[in-house]
């Protein structure tokens, strides 16, 4: 899903530690940076919101 990036957003996600990036994910396997369920996640991998227009989130993002 593609989400728009806004300054209501960025506050959200700082006020509530609103997580969506791969590092945040069960799946993700750090040592190869891939998906361990094999999705490409170049567009998940940054966290930051502050230089964006827009956020892909992941259909399988799952917190641990």
Known sequence: MIH???DRLREEAR???????CP???SFDPEGGGCSLG???E???DPSL???DEVVFCKAF???
């Open 24 to 26: 945040d994910c069960v």
């Open 39 to 41: 999705f490409p996640n």
């Open 50 to 52: 502050e230089a964006r």
């Open 4 to 6: 728009r990036v806004d």
């Open 15 to 21: 006020r509530y530690r609103l997580v969506f990036a």
């Open 43 to 45: 567009m998940h991998r």
């Open 62 to 64: 799952e917190l641990g």
